[in-house]
């Protein structure tokens, strides 16, 4: 069985919830998830920084980036992976489909 036959998608939100270059809190199954627009594109990362527990949903957008508010650790949208310090370690990634106007993410390993 593929992946594709395991996924559980999960709708989250509408698009125009999402700020245009800003990020939205959710959950999904319990997991705290950011979700971030830029232009056409929805990024799904885990909503709490990897170098001290906040939630991420609360930073800035730049750039394919996502900036921590309390520290400035910043996270590639695309990776999960810090591209700036203090965080060394990297924060997961979620799938994301869009439906029309509805956001779905899939919290299942590709």
């Not at 698009?15 to 705290?32: M, Q, R, S, T």
């Not at 508010?69 to 590639?76: A, I, N, Q, T």
């Not at 990776?79 to 997961?92: E, I, Q």
Request: proline residues 5%; negative net charge; glycine residues 10%.
């Amino acid at each position: 069985m593929s992946g594709a036959d395991t996924d559980r998608w999960e709708k989250v939100c509408q698009v125009g919830d999402i700020p245009d270059k800003g990020a939205l809190g959710v959950e999904v199954d319990g997991v705290p998830v950011a979700l971030v627009r830029t232009g056409q594109e929805v990024f799904a990362l885990h909503d709490v920084c990897s170098h001290a527990e906040v939630r991420l949903s609360e930073g800035e957008v730049y750039d394919h980036t996502l900036e921590c508010w309390l520290h400035g650790s910043c996270f590639d949208l695309r990776s999960g992976k810090p591209t700036g310090p203090p965080a060394t370690k990297p924060v997961n990634v979620y799938r994301v489909k869009i439906d029309g106007d509805d956001v779905y993410v899939s919290l299942s390993k590709e």
